[in-house]
């Protein structure tokens, strides 16, 4: 195994968040925060030196690497890079101890949104950090999944391929610039756009940046405790919604759509199959929500509605999508958005394959001589293909079961067990608080939380990854 060639990316990574920290100190200055400042631009001098010693010791690293190095690649980023970001918490002694520090910095890295945190105690300066985390986190997600998850699924379904997914043997990691440039750009312009809409329409400047930030990576953490509206106008409200449907939408098509300029080509984006579903749920639960609530709290309904769906989680009215019952909340979460986006969860496309396959051996078992290939967006797929997703999903769902027991032996009730591990495994940290408000994540002990930030990373990872590598099979020669 090429270790040299994981630990210049490695270095490479910390140089990232080390140029982060920089940009945040100037902020600070900015802001008159010179002590924020200070902390985070000797933050920013330390990781930087650590990042160029580790990339100029492994500069002489091979040009190639296999998939198996870029699996592991993506397991050690996930488990190392938020000790980098979470030490701003643990300078600035916002957080009891490195435990808490470490929950933060995971949560919004991997877009979750959950915090032990009250925002109104934090400098602007540290606000921003965990927006700009958000951010970068949704960054990564997607580079990782149209880069690494793309070659690691190419015999399955092809769930993470995509218009911008190409594959030379042994270059996987020299594509991380180039589809890091384009899906930078994408989400820049996207946030930059929200930023623009929500200060027009009334929002707070700092706010603006802070949430335009946190939407399109679907983030769910908010610069200001309580609900949106407060600070937010309904269209202010709209323009987020819409914002994290982008983040929650499959980033190759917004691509290709902005790369074209075709207003043609932007409708026919609605079509995509990933699409059409996110709009069904979201339809699906302004009728229910609706049938709730009444005419009264429809706008609020509605862009609460885009919010769950994309596994953001934004709270933006006291009376909203939080009156809907919790288990249709969670199960709502679970699914997710597209797969080559922000957004966490299952992924819409896996559920509607395995509803398509499941709906093939239905029909099988009353036909059994008759051949009935599975059909999907006018391709044949084979039944071997599928094996990739059922064993996600049972690996999912056992991730699932396993945190809801770890977390009830840790101290919490069945029911709070239940949010709380969907929350974090789908990374869609707001759900608690909606589904049970009388629990806070900084009311759990030290444990509870070290398990949820686990689960967390699990998450974001994707459980299958995980699990391979912990597989033996992985480090035989």
């Known amino acids: ?10 270095g490479y990574g910390v140089l990232f968040f080390a140029s982060l920290m920089f940009l945040t100190a100037l902020f600070g200055v900015l802001s008159n925060e010179f002590t924020a400042a200070e902390v985070f631009f000797e933050l920013s001098c330390l990781t930087g030196i650590v990042g160029a010693i580790i990339s ?130 994408v989400y820049f312009v996207i946030s930059f756009v929200c930023f623009v809409l929500l200060s027009l329409f009334g929002t707070p400047l700092f706010e603006a940046l802070c949430l335009s930030l946190s939407a399109i990576s679907t983030g769910g953490l908010t610069p200001r405790s309580g609900t949106l509206h407060t600070y937010v106008s309904n269209i202010g409200g709209i323009v987020l919604a ?82 809907l019952p919790p288990s249709l909340l969670i199960a709502i979460v679970l699914i997710g958005g597209s797969a080559l986006s922000t957004a966490g969860g299952v992924k819409i496309i896996r559920m509607l394959l395995l509803m398509r396959h499941l709906k093939t051996d239905l029909n099988r078992m009353s036909h059994p001589s008759r051949v009935m290939p599975v059909r999907f967006q006018g391709q044949t797929i ?46 869609t940290g707001p759900l608690l608080e909606t589904t049970y408000p009388e629990l806070a994540y900084a009311d759990m002990n030290p444990l509870v939380l070290t398990i949820l930030t686990i689960i967390m990373l699990l998450g974001r990872i994707e459980v299958l990854a995980a699990f391979a590598v912990i597989s033996p099979s992985l480090w035989k020669t």
Request: net charge neutral; hydrophobic share 55%; with cysteine.
């Open 1 to 10: 195994m090429a270790v040299s060639r994981i630990f210049l990316w490695l």
């Open 242 to 323: 819409l914002t994290c449907l982008l983040g929650a939408a499959n980033v190759s098509i917004i691509w290709d759509v902005m790369r074209r300029r075709n207003l043609g080509k932007f409708f026919e984006s609605f079509i995509n199959v990933e699409h059409r579903g996110t709009f069904v749920i979201v339809g699906g639960l302004v009728l229910v929500g609706f049938f709730y609530t009444g005419f009264v709290h429809l706008h609020t309904i509605i862009v609460e509605s885009v919010f769950i769906a994309t596994t953001t989680g934004f709270d933006y009215h006291v009376i909203g999508i939080d009156i």
């Open 382 to 427: 084979e039944d071997k293909a599928f094996l990739s997703i059922w064993m996600y999903f049972f690996g999912y769902t056992l991730v699932f079961a396993f945190g809801i027991i770890a977390l009830g032996a840790a101290g919490l009730d069945f029911t709070y067990a239940v949010s709380a591990c969907a929350a974090a495994l789908s990374n």
């Open 56 to 185: 100029i010791a492994a500069r002489n690293a091979p040009k190639k690497e296999s998939t198996r190095e870029a699996l592991v690649f993506l397991f050690v980023f996930w488990l190392l890079m938020p000790f980098v970001a979470c030490l701003p918490y643990v300078a600035l002694q916002n957080t009891p101890n490195l435990a808490y520090a470490y929950f933060e910095a995971v949560s919004a890295l991997t877009t979750t949104g959950a915090s032990t945190l009250t925002a109104e105690n934090l400098p602007d300066s540290l606000l921003l950090w965990r927006s700009l985390l958000q951010w970068s986190g949704g960054v990564i997600v997607a580079i990782f999944a149209v880069v690494i998850l793309a070659a690691l699924n190419l015999s399955g379904t092809g769930v993470h391929r995509s218009l911008l997914f190409t594959l030379k043997k042994g270059e996987l990691f020299s594509r991380f610039l180039e589809i890091g440039r384009i899906i930078s750009f």
